[in-house]
């Protein structure tokens, strides 16, 4: 149970470090607080809720990947190497791709209620 407590400090401790250090992870949670927001000012139904959450998830999920790989990354090849450089720019297009997915996901919902 203690060794259970303590796995879910070390995510905690994870989140804590994508937080203060990625800029853009920052600014897609405040990007998802604010579609929260949102969403509940339209009283949005449960099947709109599932994707809106399916949406922060993946964009978040991959935000701390891309963290995880940069990290790693850095940690062996210090020094400038073009497989190291393919590899964060790789990373960094998976969560284009999935933040493209959630404005999308997001355009469908909310534009309609907008217009
Ligand atoms: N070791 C390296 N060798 C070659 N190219 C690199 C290397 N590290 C970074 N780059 C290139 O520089 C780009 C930016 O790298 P950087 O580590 O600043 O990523 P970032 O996404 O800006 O990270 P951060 O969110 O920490 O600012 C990479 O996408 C890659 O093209």
Redesign the pocket.
């Known amino acids: 149970m203690k060794k259970f407590l303590k796995s879910f400090i070390y995510s905690f401790n994870g989140l804590s470090y994508a937080f203060r250090?990625?800029?853009?992870f920052r600014v897609h949670c405040l990007a998802a607080v604010l579609v929260v927001l949102l969403g509940l000012y339209f009283k949005l139904n449960s099947y709109e809720w599932l994707w809106i959450a399916i949406a922060i998830a993946v964009v978040v999920i991959l935000e701390l990947v891309?963290?995880a790989i940069?990290i790693l990354?850095?940690l062996v090849?210090?020094?400038?190497?073009?497989k190291?450089?393919?590899i964060?720019?790789v990373a960094?297009a998976a969560v284009l791709i999935g933040g493209l997915m959630a404005l999308v996901i997001g355009l469908i919902i909310f534009v309609p209620k907008l217009i």
């Open positions: 250090t990625q800029l853009s891309n963290t940069e990354v850095d090849s210090p020094e400038q190497n073009p190291a450089g393919a964060k720019d960094s």
